[in-house]
Nanobody, 127 residues
Framework: QVQLVESGGGSVQAGDSLRLSCAASGGTFSLYAMGWFRQAPGKEREFVAA????????SYSDSVKGRFTMSRDNAKSTVYLQMNSLKSEDTAVYYC????????????????????WGQGTHVTVSS
């Protein structure tokens, strides 16, 4: 069983940056591809970014591509989401997710592909 704990959320102004972290425990971190999803008030959960087991490949939604960067540190069992040039439409609860895999791919873009989820961290961007 893997436990995921997100941190780093907060309230910022449009154009600012934030870095989210997701610390994993209870499993072999290098066996998991990781993803970030978000859910805005009144909207469905959506894919944000994913990274493969090793960290050499990433995938991003079109809405964040070029502004957000996902990375991982397997020695620390942690993934990060660096969010730059934040917009009001980035306001949401951000969730970290993990999926066990032997694949090296990073295109796990459906929430149904993930086995474990964190509790979420709030990000509010004011314009």
């Amino acid at each position: 069983q893997v436990q995921l704990v997100e941190s780093g959320g907060g309230s910022v102004q449009a154009g600012d940056s934030l870095r989210l972290s997701c610390a994993a425990s209870g499993g072999t971190f290098s066996l998991y591809a990781m993803g970030w999803f978000r859910q805005a008030p009144g909207k469905e959960r959506e894919f944000v970014a994913a990274i493969n087991r090793i960290g050499g490949m990433t995938s991003y939604s079109d809405s964040v591509k070029g502004r957000f960067t996902m990375s991982r540190d397997n020695a620390k069992s942690t993934v990060y989401l660096q969010m730059n040039s934040l917009k009001s439409e980035d306001t949401a609860v951000y969730y970290c997710a993990a999926t066990v895999t032997t694949s090296g791919r990073a295109n796990y873009i459906s929430g149904n592909e993930y086995n474990y989820w964190g509790q979420g961290t709030h990000v509010t961007v004011s314009s």
